[in-house]
Nanobody, 128 residues
Framework: QVQLVESGGGLVQAGGSLRLSCAASGRTANNYAMGWFRQAPGKEREFVVGINRRGNSTLIEGSVKGRFTISRDNAKTKSTVYLQMNGLKPEDTAVYYC???????????????????WGQGTQVTVSS
């Protein structure tokens, strides 16, 4: 089991940058594939980026490719995933959620229903 704590959201102008962090704590935190999803008002939650448990494989959704990157720092009982967002656009405005699922194999998970743990969400607002 892991606990997820997100931080780093806020208000930024179009073209600006933000970095979101998601700290996963627990004895087996390094054995979880993790990802970021976002949900804009009136829309379904959508996949943004994902990373395997070792941090050596990632998947990035098409609309943010070239602007967003995901990285991971694994410590003994804690794993922190970062979402670096550059070139932000007003359409990136949403609540961003970190998610985790236990996976010993090196896979990246892109489907929300496959994740077992979710962070509380952090608001990202991009003004035009």
């Amino acid at each position: 089991q892991v606990q997820l704590v997100e931080s780093g959201g806020g208000l930024v102008q179009a073209g600006g940058s933000l970095r979101l962090s998601c700290a996963a704590s627990g004895r087996t935190a390094n054995n979880y594939a993790m990802g970021w999803f976002r949900q804009a008002p009136g829309k379904e939650r959508e996949f943004v980026v994902g990373i395997n448990r070792r941090g050596n494989s990632t998947l990035i959704e098409g609309s943010v490719k070239g602007r967003f990157t995901i990285s991971r720092d694994n410590a003994k009982t804690k794993s922190t995933v970062y979402l670096q967002m550059n070139g932000l656009k007003p359409e990136d405005t949403a609540v961003y959620y970190c998610a985790a699922v236990f996976r010993l194999v090196m896979v990246v998970i892109t489907t929300a229903a496959d994740y077992d743990y979710w962070g509380q969400g952090t608001q990202v607002t991009v003004s035009s």
